[in-house]
């Protein structure tokens, strides 16, 4: 596969037969190959957007680390943006995978990870999109995940807003509304929270930041992800799971108690599967705020 691989990109691999996912004995070839697979899907949504990585270069058995900053070594073809990091208190120099080869160079750094802030490098204090970070407490479960998500889709619906859900590739989901220019973090942030505290007493289920008390059992809405410098993890990213799932962009049809998130993986997912999220940045959506 490496000679075939050599003539279709301008990456020079290495440690192709590196065990990544030791349980089911994936390889990074393997790992490659996916991105490649996924590349059409992935692509339209990372373009000018920064993203962070998170490696792992002996297998997600072992210890990994996050990365902001481009590597030591990152090819002159990378494209990248320097941007002031108020966190850090100096300048990042960023990744943006624009291109096959961008997301083949990262499968080989083994960024099995790869995670998207929610605004594009020119409007980076400008959010284009807004995010319903959904996380289980247990007990709670993935099928209460799955009904509070239906909440917020029937509370995004009324508002005249089209949403589009995905797995995290974890235990959780992601509800994802593109919105036009304009807009704030603060204000995206606010959104979030106001639209979880109006669906917070149906079922039970929902927690949020003002909630009080013990939240064991609920699904906590965390709109702090609506925040300057946050990422989401990318749709169609690999997780560093045991399994090797994958976050994965669903129809709403899709979205039952039934629904499994290990069923989406990386020797699980289908290239012929249908995008349910194509052409979602054309939605260039207003919020009532």
């Known amino acids: 596969m490496s000679e075939t691989l050599d003539k279709l990109t301008k990456v020079e691999f290495t440690n192709l037969d590196k065990i990544m996912y ?19 899907k992935m692509l339209d949504i990372l373009h000018n957007r920064p993203v962070v990585l998170t490696r792992f270069p002996n297998g997600v058995d ?10 030591q070594g990152t090819p002159s073809w990378v494209k990248t943006v320097r941007i002031y990091s108020e966190t850090a208190e100096r300048e990042i120099d960023y990744i943006l995978c624009n291109d096959l080869d961008t997301l083949v160079w990262l499968a080989n750094l083994a960024a099995l990870e790869i995670h998207m802030t929610l605004c594009q490098a020119e409007s980076f204090g400008s959010p284009d999109m807004l995010v319903f970070d959904m996380d289980p407490k247990p007990p709670a479960t993935f099928a209460d995940v799955t009904t ?22 974890k235990k959780g989901m992601h509800i ?4 036009g220019k304009g807009y704030s973090f603060k204000q995206t942030r606010e959104f979030v929270q106001t639209v979880g505290e109006s ?5 039970g289920l929902i ?22 410098g946050r990422t989401m993890i990318s749709p169609y990213s690999l997780r560093a799971t045991p399994d090797a799932t994958v976050s994965t962009p669903l129809h709403w049809k899709e979205v039952s108690k039934g629904l499994k998130p290990e069923s989406f993986s990386l020797l699980k ?19 009532k705020l």
């Open 62 to 71: 072992q210890q990994g680390f996050y990365e902001k900053d481009a590597p």
């Open 22 to 40: 030791p349980a089911l004995q994936i390889t990074k070839r393997q790992v490659v190959k996916y991105y490649i697979q996924m590349a059409p």
């Open 207 to 228: 927690a949020t930041e003002k909630s009080k008390g013990d939240i064991r059992g609920k699904v906590y809405i965390d709109y702090a992800q609506n925040s300057h």
């Open 199 to 203: 669906i917070k007493e149906q079922g």
């Open 176 to 179: 994802l509304v593109p919105i």
């Open 148 to 169: 509070v998500a239906l909440f917020i889709k029937d509370r995004l619906d009324s508002l005249g807003l089209k949403s589009y859900p995905k797995t995290s590739g």
């Open 269 to 287: 997912m289908k290239t012929s599967r249908e995008n349910p999220w194509k052409g979602i940045m054309e939605h260039k959506q207003k919020l």
